[in-house]
């Protein structure tokens, strides 16, 4: 079998399908070639949608328990696994089965295979359904495949106990204990779900802080909380072997003074990091290049070293967010219809769904230490927010990082609950180059949490009512 596109998309997440279908929206004949048999992605089927299900599972089972103070007492929920699991695999398949719809009502097509590049304008793929070769021809191609879990060597075991990212989604069981490697956003949020259904938890980072290299007052918050719910913290611990064991999996953890101690778990998460799927059967044939780390190098435009194959999502370069994906797919549609777009964000929003949430975008102060760029910072507690009270959860932060010298905003952080929702003011105000004094004279609607960003700026101009600023 032999087709020729305009389009082939190899990879149907976040990037892969949008390109496609704002493509196929341009008059373009498009092909998406996938592994899986529906649309979606990682994220989709095995990551951010089943995920941020768990989690908000988990935060109704948190907010029941700690209802106490305000007057209502909850008894212990019944937890029925079976119909949980099911309900997130529910969110799941409406979620793909939607995108399914939308590629045959744009005539897209749909293969599920394996792609082999012959050259660059030509693939064959192993279709997974019929089992024949299918040969496509195209002018042009997006890479999209996107991202797996980083396996360290040294904690390698073949054993069904240890999980990575996508095993934990399943949900099999709920285990008496989980060590979970790794103090990143994917080990915070399947921690906090895994101890928020009755599961003790102990998280390990190898850092001395969670979440490595979001700025220290924001991680704060979360750390303070995360460690009332999981069972034990460890910074500046590494897991130096991991062993099996009837009873479960034995750990040996190394703390930075040098000692040791060995710990037994029913089940262990590797939650270390993410890699790009690069490693495309024929790639080589192309002038498409690698970097040190794997990812496809592309220019402003999301194109390759190859004019005709285009590279977006995970693969071509951190952060490794769906919503870059998004963005970038826009940028290399763009292009290959002629288009001059670019990708050039101020402001890539990082959200992490962990109970409360942490946020930020454009320029952290942790990241202008580094670039010894002079910054001015403002702060707003939630402490002094009526609506953060109102919630029984006063403690959030808003920050705001400004130019020194003309108060124009470069970033935007907050840690509290929703903080995911308020970051997308701090992208717009971000990217549309606003001053603090653009920000404190829009009227922010009272009391919503999303004021606590005027709140800031008005901090910063010494025109908060809520915050008292001694006159210098």
Avoid at 49 to 74: N, Q, W, Y
Avoid at 403 to 420: F, K, M, N, P
């Amino acid at each position: 079998m032999s087709k020729n596109e305009d389009l082939v998309v190899i990879g149907a997440g976040p990037g892969g399908y949008t390109a496609a279908f704002l493509a196929a929206d341009r008059g373009l004949n498009v092909t998406i070639v996938d592994e899986l048999a529906r649309p979606g992605g990682v994220c989709l089927h095995h990551g951010c949608m089943p995920s941020k299900a768990l989690l908000h599972l988990a935060k109704v089972l948190t907010d029941a328990r700690e209802s106490g103070p305000c007057g209502i007492e909850f008894d212990e929920p019944s937890i029925d696994l079976a119909r949980l699991r099911q309900w997130k695999n529910d969110v799941v398949a409406k979620l793909t089965g939607g995108l399914g719809q939308l590629a045959k009502q744009r005539k897209v097509s749909y293969v599920q295979g394996r792609a082999v590049f012959e050259d660059a304008h030509t693939l064959t793929v192993n279709c997974l359904t019929s089992g024949q070769p299918q040969r496509l021809s195209f002018d042009h191609a997006v890479v999209a495949t996107g991202s797996r879990p980083l396996k360290p060597t040294e904690l390698e075991l073949d054993d069904g106990r240890i999980l990575d990212s996508t095993g934990a989604l399943e949900l099999e069981k709920i285990p008496d204990s989980m060590l979970v490697i790794g103090g990143g956003y994917i080990g915070l949020e399947l921690g906090t779900v895994y101890a928020a259904l009755g599961c003790n938890v102990t998280i390990v980072e190898m850092s001395n802080s969670l979440l490595p290299g979001a700025d220290s007052d924001l991680v704060r918050v979360v750390s303070k909380r995360i460690s009332s719910l999981v069972e034990d913290v460890c910074l500046e611990t590494t897991v130096t072997n991991l062993s099996a064991n009837v009873d479960g999996i034995d750990a040996t953890l190394q703390s930075s003074d040098g000692s040791f101690l060995r710990q037994r778990f029913e089940r262990v998460l590797v939650a270390v990091g993410r890699i790009p799927n690069s490693n495309l059967a024929g790639l080589e044939k192309t002038r498409v290049a690698n970097d040190n780390r794997g990812f496809l190098l592309t220019d402003a435009q999301c194109r390759t070293a190859e004019p005709s194959i285009f590279a977006i999502g995970d693969v071509a370069g951190e952060p490794m967010l769906a919503h870059k994906a998004f963005h970038e797919a826009r940028v290399a549609v763009e292009a290959i219809c002629g288009g001059s777009s670019s990708f050039q964000p101020l402001a890539i929003p990082a959200v992490v769904f962990t109970d409360p949430e942490v946020a930020w975008c454009g320029l952290t102060e942790t990241r202008a230490a580094e670039l010894r760029q002079p910054v001015a910072i403002a702060k707003f507690p939630w402490g002094a927010s009526g609506r953060a009270l109102t919630l029984n959860r006063p403690e959030g932060l808003t920050k705001l990082v400004l130019d020194r010298e003309t108060q124009q905003l470069l970033g935007v952080g907050i840690v509290g609950v929703g903080a995911g929702e308020l970051i997308a003011e701090g992208v717009a105000a971000v990217e549309m180059g606003m001053t603090v004094s653009d920000l404190s004279s829009a009227i922010h609607p009272h009391p919503t949490l999303s004021e606590t960003l005027g709140e800031a700026a008005d901090v910063f101009l010494g025109q908060s009512a809520h915050v008292y600023r001694p006159r210098k």
